[in-house]
């Protein structure tokens, strides 16, 4: 068996495997199915990064999947949950949706210019993205609970604001991050 194939690499195919899964469930309104495969993607997230470093399962395979996976689950979550027709309380709102697609393509698209130009490749996450990735995979658990158990829409609003906030906060915290990081780079070498 190659290393590719590792309980972490399998974790994460498992979660990109989900991600159609989830999309049927929403799109026949099947939330409480949906709840549950989206809350098991997410544990996948948390248990695959557990498992590689516990394991000593770290991949290459693995450091391009595990935030692929991520993004394309949020995304895909994000985009489907926003459309009108598809949930049973009001769509996510839009603006919350393009905060935190808008957040992550900033962030693609500068690494990629910043790789590009200058070769540097050592971007690492930071604690507020992590947190950010945290309060977005909550909100969406609170959006579809809302819609699976009938909930009240009128607590859904302050994880808008607090979804919202947190993408504009931590994007904003990355630009920094990388600075730093690159700065951090040339001393390492000396």
């Given at each position: 068996m190659s290393s590719v194939f590792t309980l972490a690499n399998l974790l994460t195919i498992l979660r990109l495997l989900l991600v159609p899964v989830f999309v049927m469930a929403v799109y026949y309104q099947y939330f409480?199915?949906?709840l549950a495969i989206f809350v098991t993607a997410a544990i996948t997230d948390g248990l695959d990064g557990f498992v590689a470093r516990y394991f000593n399962q770290k991949t290459e395979l693995g450091a391009i999947l595990d935030p692929m996976a991520d993004k394309l689950l949020l995304v895909t979550a994000f985009v489907i949950l926003t459309l009108h027709g598809f949930t049973l309380t009001s769509p996510l709102p839009f603006w919350v949706t393009v905060a935190a697609i808008s957040r992550d393509v900033f962030i693609v698209l500068g690494a990629l210019v910043i790789n590009?130009?200058?070769?540097?490749?050592?971007?690492?996450?930071?604690?507020?993205?992590k947190l950010n990735t945290f309060v977005e995979f909550f909100m969406i658990v609170l959006f579809l609970a809302t819609n699976a158990f009938r909930w009240p829409e009128k607590y859904l609003f302050p994880a808008f604001?607090?979804?919202?906030?947190?993408?504009?906060?931590?994007?904003?915290?990355?630009?920094?991050?990388?600075?730093?990081?690159?700065?951090e780079a040339p001393q390492a070498k000396d």
């Open positions: 409480g199915w949906a590009v130009s200058t070769g540097f490749s050592n971007f690492r996450p930071s604690w507020p993205g604001i607090i979804t919202f906030g947190m993408c504009v906060f931590s994007g904003i915290h990355y630009v920094f991050h990388v600075n730093r990081l690159m700065n």
